[in-house]
């Protein structure tokens, strides 16, 4: 979906989304409230610059509106593999942009993220999935890395990556999948203002994800390890 389609349906009471260089800034007003809206278009990988924009973006929120939601709109094919932004730190900067969100959740800024057409890798770990919730429309491809470049990679034949992905969801793309295990909180259809207020009004701090993955069947292991860890913790001398 282009972007300018979605946020006419995102933001049917008004916005001021602006684009530069495949990044996305502006405000919208959501059942009489203003939102801050971030993200990226035209499945551009996240580099420097663009990572850099969106955690201002964050930051200047967080010192002018307290409190004020934070919508992140997601299509990105993961951070750019450049040799300049290798030899500047792009390990960094998508670390920055990652602690920005986390500081705004911290500091009570409901912040959901929406993918809406591509997420890959860490353009997507360090955006929609730092949110305090993250959703996805129908048609949206999310994924860790496509099953060829997993198979080079791995070592793997691609034929069996291809099997494991019918049964365990961590090999599979699509927006399904990441629902089962939890990473994706729903799928959005149909009216999506109305999707959009509701999540807004279920935000909350306590990170669900593990827990999500276990009930849809998808992540069955994170959450009884994360307990028995926990359990442990409560026990340990002070």
């Given at each position: 979906?282009?972007?300018?389609?979605?946020?006419?349906?995102?933001?049917?009471?008004?916005?001021?989304?602006?684009?530069?260089?495949?990044?996305?800034?502006?405000?919208?007003?959501?059942?009489?409230?203003?939102?801050?809206?971030?993200?990226?278009?035209?499945?551009?990988?996240?580099?420097?610059?663009?990572?850099?924009?969106?955690?201002?973006?964050?930051?200047e929120t967080m010192r002018e509106f307290p409190g004020r939601?934070?919508?992140?709109?997601?299509?990105?094919?993961?951070?750019?593999?450049?040799?300049?932004?290798?030899?500047?730190?792009?390990?960094?900067?998508?670390?920055?942009?990652?602690?920005?969100?986390?500081?705004?959740?911290?500091?009570?800024?409901?912040?959901?993220?929406?993918?809406?057409?591509?997420?890959?890798?860490?353009?997507?770990?360090?955006?929609?999935?730092?949110?305090?919730?993250?959703?996805?429309?129908?048609?949206?491809?999310?994924?860790?890395?496509g099953l060829p470049a997993m198979a080079r990679i791995t070592?793997?034949?691609?034929?069996?990556?291809?099997?494991?992905?019918?049964?365990?969801?961590?090999?599979?793309?699509?927006?399904?999948?990441?629902?089962?295990?939890?990473?994706?909180?729903?799928i959005w259809h149909d009216d999506l203002a109305s999707c959009?207020?509701?999540?807004?009004?279920?935000?909350?701090?306590?990170?669900?994800?593990?827990?999500?993955?276990?009930?849809?069947?998808?992540?069955?292991?994170?959450?009884?390890?994360?307990?028995?860890?926990?359990?442990?913790?409560?026990?340990?001398?002070?």
């Amino acid at each position: 979906m282009e972007w300018q389609k979605l946020a006419a349906e995102l933001f049917p009471e008004g916005h001021n989304i602006v684009e530069r260089d495949f990044f996305l800034r502006g405000n919208a007003t959501v059942v009489g409230h203003v939102v801050t809206v971030i993200g990226t278009t035209g499945h551009t990988p996240i580099g420097v610059e663009i990572a850099l924009a969106q955690a201002n973006a964050i930051l200047e929120t967080m010192r002018e509106f307290p409190g004020r939601p934070l919508i992140i709109l997601v299509d990105t094919q993961g951070q750019r593999l450049r040799h300049r932004d290798e030899m500047l730190g792009i390990n960094r900067y998508m670390a920055h942009l990652g602690k920005c969100i986390d500081r705004a959740r911290r500091n009570g800024h409901p912040v959901l993220g929406l993918v809406y057409d591509q997420a890959l890798s860490g353009g997507f770990i360090t955006s929609g999935l730092m949110a305090d919730a993250c959703y996805a429309l129908p048609e949206a491809e999310i994924r860790v890395m496509g099953l060829p470049a997993m198979a080079r990679i791995t070592k793997v034949p691609e034929e069996t990556l291809r099997e494991l992905a019918k049964s365990n969801p961590v090999f599979a793309p699509g927006a399904e999948n990441y629902l089962n295990m939890g990473g994706v909180e729903a799928i959005w259809h149909d009216d999506l203002a109305s999707c959009l207020s509701n999540a807004l009004q279920q935000t909350g701090a306590i990170d669900r994800r593990s827990e999500r993955g276990l009930e849809r069947g998808g992540r069955k292991m994170a959450r009884p390890v994360i307990q028995a860890v926990l359990a442990d913790h409560d026990v340990l001398p002070s």
